[in-house]
């Protein structure tokens, strides 16, 4: 950082540029990173829109600004965030996804050139990265930030070869952790959510939109537990798709919305799925694998990246509701499975994904930038 604030003492300041901080995975991957980070950086958080439920993952005192947002495309408004900016000012700007290049825009406005912009996942307003008009405005900016970050292989490559990015583009995992989720005393958590001994228990946590795809799920669970009666799904999270998903969903289906308790339900679990039709680096997977629990994934974006098929979960494709289900019929056949996939989750968790590796990940980043 600078020589200046370095000999003043000072921690450096860096200013996050997100759409909102409601419930996601890129809204907790950005709270983890700042919550272990905040003794060696000063963090600022401006919320385009609205700030939201991950604030509460945020250490005590994160400035957060709430900048109100009309919808649509406004040259005031991005004056108004460039004053925010300067207001502040940072050692480096992070901007994030498509709504974060109104920081961009707004930091070369105010002045600022140390800037990076990070990818955490492609939305399901664009599920392939490759709307016209949205390809247009990256590439137009594209040489505007000094670097870029993303959290899978296959994000990296979108943002090399599909938007052609002229900046270094740092592939950055997210970290999990595995002291808060760790495998526990199933028993417990299964007495408290009020299910029986003998349950098999499958849960999904994610928010109820169409990218997640948990319709795919349903149908799966519907044709397992036809052969397994005791089969339990476990649905966590909220999300526009609630009410449709709630009205088709077959028996032995319990919704519990919103959590602050996930890792406890995770301990609940003996199997976590994640059907989406795409994803950038998924907390929950992190989070299941953290947990000692096996993980059905379908293999798409980072999901390879973070499971090993057949030795600590098992891939399909995404949208084949047969293969979701012959992978839940087989690890509600056979407990060692289950077992030996959730043991190997957790020593890949301990081992690949630690939060320190990702938090000096991010500060070597941002260090290049500021100097």
């Not at 492609?122 to 900016?141: E, F, I, K, Q």
Request: charged share 25%; glycine share 10%.
């Amino acid at each position: 950082m600078s020589r200046k604030e370095l000999q003043q003492g000072r921690r450096p300041r860096v200013v996050h540029v997100v759409n909102s901080f409601e419930t996601g995975g890129m809204e907790k991957g950005v709270a983890t990173l700042i919550r272990h980070s905040t003794g060696l950086f000063d963090h600022v958080l401006v919320c385009l829109t609205h700030s939201g439920n991950t604030a509460r993952l945020l250490p005590a005192g994160t400035e957060i600004i709430e900048l109100h947002k009309p919808p649509g495309n406004s040259p005031s408004f991005l004056l108004r965030l460039a004053g925010v900016l300067r207001r502040l000012r940072p050692c480096v700007v992070h901007t994030r996804n498509w709504p974060g290049l109104d920081g961009v825009i707004a930091a070369r406005l105010a002045g600022i050139r140390q800037l990076v912009h990070g990818e955490h996942g492609l939305g399901s307003d664009d599920p392939t990265g490759l709307d016209p008009r949205r390809l247009r405005v990256r590439r137009a900016l594209a040489s505007w930030p000094r670097e870029y970050t993303c959290v899978s292989r296959s994000l990296e490559r979108w943002l090399r070869e599909t938007v052609r990015v002229p900046r270094p583009v740092t592939r950055i995992t997210n970290g999990v952790d595995t002291i808060a989720c760790r495998p526990g005393p199933g028993a417990v958590a299964r007495r408290d959510l009020g299910l029986g001994e003998g349950a098999f228990v499958v849960g999904v946590i994610g928010r109820l939109d169409p990218i997640k795809d948990h319709r795919t799920l349903l149908a799966a669970h519907a044709r397992v537990r036809a052969a397994v009666p005791q089969l339990e799904l476990l649905v966590v999270g909220d999300g526009p798709e609630r009410e449709r998903l709630m009205a088709s969903a077959p028996e032995g289906v319990r919704f519990l919305g919103n959590r602050d308790d996930v890792p406890a339900i995770l301990q609940a679990l003996d199997v976590f799925v994640l059907p989406s039709t795409n994803e950038g680096i998924s907390n929950t997977i992190l989070e299941a694998m953290a947990s000692g629990i096996a993980v059905v994934a379908s293999r798409v974006g980072g999901n390879p990246e973070l499971v090993e098929d057949g030795r600590t979960g098992t891939l399909f494709a995404a949208g084949d509701a047969g293969a979701l289900a012959d992978a839940l019929h087989a690890y509600a056949a056979s407990r060692d499975l289950v077992a030996r996939h959730g043991s190997a989750g957790r020593r890949r968790a301990e081992e690949a994904f630690s939060i320190d590796a990702m938090v000096g990940a991010y500060g070597a980043v941002w260090e290049r930038v500021a100097r």
